[in-house]
């Protein structure tokens, strides 16, 4: 069994469901120590945070991630238990074996072959780790890039662990995500007897006009980077059960997915535009997840495109597609940030496994880029 595949099971036998780490940060920094990395524990409310450096010089790159997970769902649908890694049929199984304890077990055994052979390697190689990345995301990465701008430390390249690929091992490097932008409307009616609509005021029929608009809206074109803007509606209620009362309220979620064509302001103001067109009595909260962010090919780019070449023997391609990470928040201070993980196919859902064999090929990934950069 590969010292890989040792790292990942001790990493997912960790019960690490968002925001606990289960010790996990405290295992990963003994043996990030024993390489002589610099630890600092940063814990921000109930968060766990881990930022470790080897080296004190530019440039700078980092591997971030998460050793937080999501919950289990039913552990009697498990194949195996969730919590107690399990090796079959060349796949390991477990929660958070794809999202992200595999990679993390990767990125620590390329830096102890790579340091270990480079002692004097140029610039820096730091970890930053959150338990806060599946949970709201509040006292996690943004904290820690916070208090590293705080005091000077510039990340001039990054590598986020998560899970990108799609087919197979590191065909896809994600450059960027999509920017996401959720509201919270409630449109007011006044509630009334079905059998006399002319004394209520129906909500779901003030908001239907709106509906078919804001479904056929073409928010922008979209770049050669990022898909046009898509605006989904993810939840509708209304009426109190009741066949004969018409409803007072309305009340739906909606989510934008949006590129680097429009800000979250302008769409803002465009759903607040068209509410008032439409003569609606409403009420709306939004919540910015984050905005969206692009690293063009360059340094870092070239250098991952080369290694998984020279590893896996296939081209790569770029894409800006899937959900947010965690690289929003460190985009925004220069770095470049790209994201090279493992299979995506099981993240998040019951019996998640990766391959025991791309776990060792993603460690040797890793190590390649580190030389490509840092030699």
Request: with cysteine; charged share 20%; net charge negative.
């Amino acid at each position: 069994m590969s010292k890989n595949l040792n790292l990942a099971k001790e990493l997912i036998s960790r019960p690490s469901i968002t925001p606990n780490d289960a010790g996990c940060q405290a295992f990963i920094a003994e043996r990030l120590q024993a390489i002589d990395f610099t630890i600092e524990h940063l814990r921000f409310g109930e968060v766990d945070n881990l930022w470790a450096r080897h080296g004190n010089t530019a440039p700078l790159f980092v591997f971030a991630g998460h050793t937080d997970v999501v919950p289990t769902g039913p552990e009697n649908h498990w194949q195996f238990p969730p919590f107690t890694p399990t090796l079959h049929d060349g796949f390991l199984y477990g929660r958070g074996a794809a999202d992200m304890k595999s990679s993390v077990a990767a990125m620590m055994t390329a830096c102890e072959r790579f340091i270990a052979i480079h002692p004097n390697h140029l610039g820096s190689i730091a970890f930053l780790l959150t338990s806060d990345e599946e949970g709201p995301a509040v006292n996690g990465t943004v904290k820690v890039v916070d208090y590293l701008q705080q005091k000077g430390e510039k990340i001039d390249w990054c590598l986020v662990g998560e899970p990108s690929s799609e087919e197979r091992l590191c065909d896809v490097i994600k450059n960027g995500r999509r920017g996401s932008l959720n509201g919270l409307l409630t449109i007011h009616g006044v509630q009334g007897h079905a059998a006399y609509p002319h004394l209520a005021n129906n909500p779901i029929h003030c908001f239907a006009p709106l509906l078919k608009t804001l479904c056929e809206t073409e928010w922008d074109q979209g770049n050669e980077f990022f898909p046009k803007t898509s605006f989904q509606i993810t939840n509708i209620n209304a009426g109190t059960g009741a066949e004969n009362v018409i409803p007072g309220d309305l009340e739906l979620l909606f989510n934008f997915r949006y590129s680097t064509e429009v800000t979250h302001t302008q769409l803002q103001k465009q759903i607040t535009a068209l509410l008032d067109k439409h003569h609606l009595k409403y009420t709306l909260n939004w919540r910015h997840s984050g905005p969206p962010f692009i690293t063009t090919p360059d340094i870092l780019i070239t250098a991952t495109q080369k290694a998984i070449y020279e590893v896996c023997g296939y081209e790569t391609i770029l894409s800006t597609g899937g959900g947010t990470s965690d690289g929003r928040f460190i985009a925004p201070t220069g770095a470049q940030v790209i994201e090279v993980g493992p299979l995506n196919a099981t993240i998040h859902k019951i019996n998640e496994c990766v391959s025991a064999e791309d776990i060792d090929t993603l460690s040797t990934i890793y190590q390649r880029i580190l030389e490509k950069l840092l030699t």
